[in-house]
């Protein structure tokens, strides 16, 4: 059955460093998306991705964060400059075309020290 | 502002007898409400989905049912097993064209005990 994935599962960072978390949406998927899980908390939208744009993001997702469809298989989610606040588990979904369900990733566990 | 609400007690219940979560949400008109179930360190597994126009939908062993003038989703697991224990999550999604944010609670925490 075809899945997301995405990499690395976990990635530490020192604070002010960059991170790029990578995805391969299922293949003939057309909407992208990044959530995010505060351990305990709910999780949270982040930013929708279609046709090469992003639909909507939240206010969680500033200037510190940016979403690139570098190729025709892969989604990444690039943070600037992490602050210790940015430790969550980020989680990558798609869905396809008329599709409202969105099929996730096993997540990355971002760890800013 | 939009909230969504669910159990926030864990439940607990024994293997053969019907768990019953609840999803009530307020300042909210959605389209659809889906429920997903997330595993310990894992991402949210799609369950079911069910439209505002739709009372009840079913799956196997499971139900949920949709009343959007108590704004509120029942999901229903019966003859549960202990392979069901997890974390249960509702969300919520608008009809807005290519917007399909979903807007999630915070899950309700079940184990079923042998």
């Known amino acids: 059955e075809p899945e997301v994935t995405q990499t690395p599962s976990h990635q530490v960072t020192q604070m002010g460093q960059e991170v790029i978390l990578r995805c391969v949406p299922i293949?003939?998927?057309?909407?992208f998306y990044w959530y995010r899980q505060i351990l305990g908390q709910k999780v949270e939208f982040l930013v929708s991705f279609y046709n090469n744009e992003i639909s909507e993001k939240s206010e969680i997702f500033d200037d510190q964060f940016s979403v690139e469809r570098p190729d025709g298989s892969n989604f990444t989610l690039k943070i600037r400059s992490t602050k210790l606040e940015d430790s969550a588990m980020y989680f990558c979904a798609s869905s396809g075309q008329g599709q409202n369900i969105q099929y996730f990733g096993a997540g990355t566990r971002l760890s800013v020290l | 502002s939009q909230k969504i609400e669910q159990n926030s007690e864990a439940l607990n219940i024994q293997e053969g007898k019907t768990a019953t979560l609840t999803c009530n949400y307020t300042n909210y008109s959605p389209a659809y409400l889906q429920w997903y179930r997330q595993d310990p360190g894992r991402g949210p597994v799609f369950l079911l989905l069910?439209?505002?126009n739709e009372k009840e939908k079913r799956k196997e062993r499971l139900k949920v049912t949709f009343d959007t003038t108590l704004k509120q989703s029942l999901f229903h697991i019966t003859a549960s097993q202990p392979a069901d224990s997890a974390t249960y999550l509702c969300?919520?999604?608008?009809?807005?064209?290519?917007?399909?944010?979903?807007?999630w609670g915070l899950g309700t925490s079940l184990a079923v005990n042998p």
């Open positions: 293949s003939n998927h057309l909407y």
């Open positions: 069910i439209r505002e």
């Open positions: 969300a919520l999604g608008s009809r807005a064209g290519n917007n399909r944010k979903l807007i």
